[in-house]
Structure formats: structure tokens, C-alpha cells
């Protein structure tokens, strides 16, 4: 897990991996404004191969990370497929702390 300042010190940064049914213009619009109206996906990556988007994820914890799944992935307009990872630490970051390792808090 990770956290940041500001965000608290047990947030949980989860990167999710979604597949579409399809890859028509109308499914991967609906698909970017759902993704835009949750406003713990900070990131919506658009990509190449198997999985149409990567969405970066900050919670408050767990059981609200498992809240976000249950009410707005699963949800998500032609997803047939998601894969979550929790994120470790940032090996690398743009902003004020670039070129540092961001230790993750380990149980």
C-alpha cells in the first residue's frame, strides 16, 4: 500500500486493469465519463493489447476500495473483465518528491 501526503497515511493506491466487450466510440466514451464521475479514479489510461484501460485507484482503505468495486467497476459500461493489483511503492514519480523511492507501509 501506499499513501501520500495529504491523503492520509493508510490510503490504498490500487491499479485496475479493464476489458471491454467491445472497442466501439460509444462503449469507450460511456466507459471514460463513468470513470470520471468516481472521483477516487485519479488516473484513466486509455491503452494498446488485451486491456482497454488502466484506472489508478485511491482509497481510504481496503473495505472502501471493496465499496468502489462492488458500486462502480463491476459497473462500469461493457467491462467484462477487471484485474486489481495493489500498488507497493512509486518507483518513480513527476512532482516534488521526482527521483526518490516512496516506501510503501508493509504489514
Excluded at 497515511?9 to 460511456?30: F, I, K, N, P
Excluded at 470520471?36 to 485511491?58: K, N
Aim: glycine letters at 8%; one cysteine or more.
Amino acid at each position: 500500500m501506499t499513501g501520500s501526503e495529504g491523503d492520509g497515511e493508510h490510503a490504498v493506491d490500487v491499479v485496475v486493469q479493464v476489458t471491454l466487450d467491445r472497442q466501439t466510440e460509444d462503449y469507450l466514451m460511456r466507459c471514460e465519463n463513468a470513470a470520471r464521475q468516481c472521483p477516487e479514479v485519479r488516473e484513466c489510461f486509455l491503452m494498446t493489447g488485451d486491456v482497454e484501460y488502466w484506472l489508478r485507484i485511491r482509497t481510504e482503505s481496503v473495505a472502501a476500495y471493496e465499496a468502489i468495486h462492488c458500486e462502480v467497476l463491476s459497473r462500469l459500461p461493457g467491462a467484462v473483465k477487471g484485474r486489481a493489483e495493489k500498488l507497493v511503492s512509486a518507483a518513480s514519480t513527476k512532482g516534488p518528491n521526482a527521483g526518490s523511492r516512496q516506501q510503501g507501509h508493509r504489514r
